[in-house]
């Protein structure tokens, strides 16, 4: 693992890496040839090699894990889970800056930056691929649930430990 991580500049670590975004963000920068700590809990961490992701746990330790993973050390940081590490990943990457979360909205408290997605510098929305292409492609399904049990979908999303994407279909 350390010598994968030795051998590709660019090492980012996604925290809530076995949700559907942070799944997605992890194959994303995979296909882009970018080295993947994901951080998940430890039932997700076969999943997050089979994205292409270096596993790491969260929790006491955590830190010293994804150095132990990266001892080039860590270009980046994406928090997906919101899950109250935003100082633990400033200590990763040195420079808060390099620190971005889409659900913990005290990383500005800590020097961090929100992505909500809204006030975007460039207004061109980004480039996607085509359909089908690429294993980003294709997310992964936690479960599929009818639309008579969208409530039950936020019970189980809100467990935080759902892989992929719940998706709600309608008859």
Do not use: W
């Amino acid at each position: 693992m350390n010598e994968l991580t030795d051998k590709i500049a660019a090492v980012i670590l996604v925290n809530g890496a076995s949700v559907g975004v942070g799944s997605a963000a992890v194959q994303f920068a995979v296909e882009r040839g970018t080295t993947v700590i994901g951080v998940a809990g430890p039932s997700n961490q076969n999943y997050l090699v089979s994205l292409g992701a270096i596993p790491a746990t969260y929790g006491p330790g955590h830190v010293e894990r994804v150095r132990a993973r990266a001892r080039t050390g860590i270009d980046a940081t994406v928090d997906i889970a919101g899950s109250g590490v935003i100082p633990e990943l400033v200590a990763l990457t040195g420079d808060p800056c390099r620190v971005v979360s889409i659900a913990d909205l005290s990383a500005p408290e800590h020097g961090a930056r929100v992505s909500t997605g809204f006030g975007r510098q460039n207004p061109r929305p980004p480039r996607r691929r085509a359909p089908g292409r690429g294993r980003a492609a294709h997310p992964a399904r936690h479960t599929n649930l009818p639309l008579t049990q969208t409530a039950a979908a936020h019970v189980v999303n809100a467990t935080g430990h759902v892989r992929g994407r719940i998706v709600i279909t309608v008859p």
